[in-house]
Nanobody
Framework: QVQLVESGGGLVQPGGSLRLSCAASGSIFSFNAMGWYRQAPGKERELVARIFSDDNTNYATSVKGRFTISRDNAKNTVYLQMNSLKPEDTAVYYC????????????WGQGTQVTVSS
C-alpha cells in the first residue's frame, strides 16, 4: 500500500513563501503522475499542479508563475514551492499519485493546512 505524507504547511503572510513536501513510501518512478490539489472551506478540491513521469508539468491558471512543482527521485519526494502567496491560496493541500497499469490506482495524502493571512 502506498503512503503519501505531506509536510511544510503553516501560517504565512501575504507575499510570503512556503515549500510543501510529499514523501512517498516507495519509489515514485512507478507513478505516471504526481500532483498537488487543494480544498478551501465550502469549495471543491481543485488541481494546483501536476508533474508527469516524463517531467512535463501543468498548473492551475491561478498559480502559474508563482508555484513550482518538482521532484527528487532519490528521496521519493515531490515538492511544491509556493511564492507570492495570496489569501485566496488558503486551503488544505493534498498530495496525489496516480499509477496506471491494468487498472488506475489513485493515492492521496492526509493533507496539510496552508493559511495566508496578515
Amino acid at each position: 500500500q502506498v503512503q503519501l505524507v505531506e509536510s511544510g504547511g503553516g501560517l504565512v503572510q501575504p507575499g510570503g513563501s512556503l515549500r510543501l513536501s510529499c514523501a512517498a513510501s516507495g519509489s515514485i518512478f512507478s507513478f505516471n503522475a504526481m500532483g498537488w490539489y487543494r480544498q478551501a472551506p465550502g469549495k471543491e478540491r481543485e488541481l494546483v499542479a501536476r508533474i508527469f513521469s516524463d517531467d512535463n508539468t501543468n498548473y492551475a491558471t491561478s498559480v502559474k508563475g508563482r508555484f513550482t512543482i518538482s521532484r527528487d527521485n532519490a528521496k521519493n519526494t515531490v515538492y511544491l514551492q509556493m511564492n507570492s502567496l495570496k489569501p485566496e491560496d488558503t486551503a488544505v493541500y493534498y498530495c496525489n499519485a496516480v499509477r496506471v497499469t491494468t487498472m488506475r490506482e489513485n493515492y492521496w495524502g492526509q493533507g496539510t493546512q496552508v493559511t495566508v493571512s496578515s
